[in-house]
């Protein structure tokens, strides 16, 4: 199916352990971002790419990983999750920056 | 550093009514505005694009406006139905070492009953 797609849906996870959220769309975008959502704080910008190999740290990086070895995959990896990780994750990607965004449906990820 | 706000934070409306949701942004110098809706528990759908050249956008019922000098953008519902009833991020996009990062207000929660 074309698309942005996030994987898993939903997720639990112990304090101290290692998780990853996958992110795979379908157009060969070259622009693909990673944002947290929580109440009192909206929609905040984690990690994000311009291609392959190339990634920049967003709003609120600690503790958190990317990697983008192919273009259509973004992944997020939580290397110690902790209780404050609990939240929405979303992925996007972009065409350009002349272009809007597209987002997946989310992860909701709680950490106990 | 650039702030979004959206008025009101909810709304609640009979079926019907024309709504305006209200998005300000503190830096003018954007790049573009993007319109999006989120229902509960799903993702968000971009619903309009609006490039710092333009005014506004529409699409069916739905127009967005952009004032890029005063900091302002409206999103305009016209005849309010009950599948509208969802929340409403404005979304401003900056070019920042070559990409468009968006910065996202709170949202607009919006109710429509019958």
């Not at chain 1, 795979?24 to 947290?36: D, G, L, V």
């Not at chain 1, 984690?46 to 192919?70: F, H, L, M, N, Q």
């Not at chain 2, 409206?74 to 968006?102: E, R």
Request: hydrophobic residues 30%.
């Amino acid at each position: 199916d074309a698309g942005i797609t996030q994987s898993p849906r939903y997720k639990i996870t112990e304090t101290g352990r290692q998780v990853t959220l996958m992110c795979h769309q379908t157009w060969s975008h070259s622009y693909m971002f990673w944002y947290r959502q929580d109440l009192g704080h909206g929609l905040r910008l984690i990690y994000y790419s311009a291609a392959a190999d190339i990634t920049d740290k967003g709003e609120v990086p600690d503790g958190y990983v990317v990697s983008r070895s192919k273009t259509e995959n973004f992944p997020l990896t939580l290397e110690s999750a902790t209780r404050s990780q609990t939240s929405v994750y979303f992925c996007a990607s972009s065409e350009s920056p002349a272009y809007g965004y597209t987002f997946g449906s989310g992860t909701r990820l709680t950490v106990v | 550093k650039q702030e979004v706000t959206q008025i009101p934070a909810a709304l609640s409306v009979p079926e019907g009514e024309n709504l305006v949701l209200n998005c300000s942004f503190t830096d003018s110098a954007i790049y573009n505005l993007q319109w999006f809706r989120q229902d509960p528990g799903k993702g968000l759908t971009s619903l309009l694009l609006i490039q710092s050249s333009q005014r506004e956008q529409t699409s069916g019922r739905l127009n967005a406006s952009l004032d890029k000098s005063s900091g302002r953008s409206t999103l305009y519902i016209a005849a309010s139905q009950p599948g509208d009833s969802a929340t409403y991020l404005c979304a401003v996009g900056g070019i920042s070492g070559g990409y468009n990062k968006l910065i996202f207000g709170a949202g607009t929660r919006l109710a429509v009953h019958p």
